[in-house]
């Protein structure tokens, strides 16, 4: 079974939907981990809750970014974690990081990408004007919402719409998208071709 750590800095739905669908029988791995750099996240809450484990690597308690990134990396090996699902994780993955490993670390993030990546990307896209929006799951590499897209989910941009309405509409694909790509993957699945990222049997 897929070994899966699921990194979040706050609320926590998209968590939350990532459990329901294991409870469900439907994420085909298994949650091993849920860590935060934020011990006041609410989605560790959410951990307790579900009695996950759950760890807090705080860079606040680290004298600089080499200290934080060995003490991440220790603990998600100890966990033996095979995916590592950033949820709402809003802090850069440095390189070490990555390179301890390699293509196992994936995002959701609330824009149709490469469009509006960084913070607040509805709001970025409501002032746009844009008429679609959705969410994307990418791997992540060395950029910010730069690396090879998985999926997307596309929603409409209403005419009335407010930021807040923009932003439930994404939400709610958000939880449906993230349980299914970490499916693919628990499935042995998700192929990366290059830039290209292909599912297999999709
Ligand atoms: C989600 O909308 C997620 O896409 C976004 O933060 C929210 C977290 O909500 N992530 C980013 O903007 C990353 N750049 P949640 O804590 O309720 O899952």
């Not at 469900?24 to 560790?44: C, H, M, Q, Y």
């Not at 990396?73 to 709402?88: N, P």
Request: aromatic residues 8%.
């Amino acid at each position: 079974m897929c070994r899966i750590a699921v990194l979040a800095s706050g609320r926590g739905s998209n968590l939350e939907a990532i459990i329901q669908a294991w409870k469900a029988g439907e994420l085909g791995g298994e949650i091993a981990l849920v860590l935060s750099d934020n011990p006041k996240a609410r989605a560790l809450e959410r951990a307790a809750k579900y009695k996950i484990p759950h760890q807090v690597v705080n860079p606040a308690s680290y004298s600089n970014r080499e200290a934080f990134d060995e003490a991440l990396i220790e603990v998600l090996k100890e966990y033996q974690v095979e995916l590592i699902v950033l949820a709402g994780y809003m802090r850069l993955i440095s390189a070490r990081v990555l390179q301890a490993f390699p293509w196992k670390i994936i995002n959701i993030h609330p824009s149709l990408l490469p469009a509006f990546p960084g913070l607040n990307a509805q709001e970025q896209a409501w002032q746009y004007g844009v008429k679609y929006s959705g969410c994307t799951v990418h791997f992540v590499d060395e950029g910010m919402d730069t690396g090879p897209i998985i999926a997307q989910r596309v929603v409409p941009v209403l005419p009335g719409d407010t930021v807040t309405d923009l932003t439930d509409r994404i939400l709610k694909e958000e939880h449906r998208l993230y349980p299914q790509v970490i499916r693919w993957f628990a499935e042995g699945r998700v192929i990366l071709q290059g830039r290209k990222v292909l599912i297999k049997g999709e």
